[in-house]
């Protein structure tokens, strides 16, 4: 059964990451200093080292690996939502190229510093979404 939710678009917030930021820290960062409570985000640009995770429904854990070596962010979208006592949670998936236009994907994890520049957008939303423990997956979930 698919859950939906309508709510409108309370603005956009652009903001550029220098070399050395950590994209999800920074992207934390931005929607901290901004209030944000939900929204939609896209970011494009290069890293210098992209950490990213792969969700193995065998173990139920997430994995993760490394990709330690300049790279063009592909694509890179997600959303943010609040937990239910107020912490920030930042969903992005993200899929980079090297030179040969091999490309890695996964979840963004903390570690993927940024070589030259980074570009992020969020729309951010009316209505603040929440994430909670999904009974069946165990995954913390949007609430809708």
Request: aromatic share 6%; proline share 1%; glycine share 10%.
């Amino acid at each position: 059964m698919v859950r939906t939710l309508s709510t409108n678009i309370k603005g956009a917030i652009f903001a550029r990451m220098y070399p050395g930021e950590d994209l999800i820290k920074t992207i934390e960062k931005v929607a901290i200093e901004n209030d944000v409570r939900s929204g939609q985000l896209s970011l494009i640009g290069a890293v210098s080292t992209a950490k990213l995770r792969w969700f193995n429904r065998t173990t139920g854990e997430y994995n993760e690996f490394v990709v330690n070596r300049d790279t063009e962010i592909v694509s890179c979208m997600g959303n943010i939502a609040r937990t239910r006592d107020g912490g920030l949670v930042v969903h992005a998936h993200m899929i980079v190229a090297d030179e040969d236009g091999t490309c890695y994907g996964g979840h963004l994890a903390p570690g993927c510093e940024v070589s030259v520049v980074a570009e992020l957008i969020i729309i951010e939303m009316e209505q603040e979404i929440f994430r909670v423990k999904d009974e069946v997956t165990g995954l913390g979930l949007m609430d809708l």
